[in-house]
């Protein structure tokens, strides 16, 4: 049974920091893509990052609005996908969620709120 358990948001003042992880079970993430996302009340679910594999060869995507401040990095020992955000902003504020996938299978997490405040 696959698990991917979110820990490490709360509140946090504008240009405050928080690491987001996730640890999985059942499945080993260094062998599939993963990334996070995030839903704001009132919108739809959007990509904030991920990574991806071709070949040998990992690839690392941000939407635009956390570049230079969200670095998507994982823990191959420790089996877990982390999420360091720095500068955060009220626009943050959402519920986010870790996710992994293949040709047959897409595994989500329960979520772990972030709320930003100005």
């Known amino acids: 049974q696959v698990q991917l358990v979110e820990s490490g948001g709360g509140l946090v003042q504008a240009g405050g920091s928080l690491r987001l992880s996730c640890a999985a079970s059942?499945?080993?993430?260094?062998?599939?893509?993963m990334g996070w996302y995030r839903q704001a009340p009132g919108k739809q679910r959007e990509l904030v990052a991920r990574i991806t594999r071709t070949g040998s060869t990992n690839y690392v995507n941000y939407v635009d609005s956390v570049k230079g401040r969200f670095t998507i990095s994982r823990d191959n020992a420790k089996n877990t996908l982390y999420l360091q955000m720095n500068v955060l902003k009220p626009e943050d504020t959402a519920v986010y969620y870790c996710?992994?996938?293949?040709?047959?299978?897409?595994?989500w997490g329960q979520g772990t709120q972030v709320t930003v405040s100005s």
């Open positions: 059942g499945i080993v993430l260094m062998d599939n893509a």
């Open positions: 996710n992994t996938w293949g040709p047959r299978y897409d595994y």
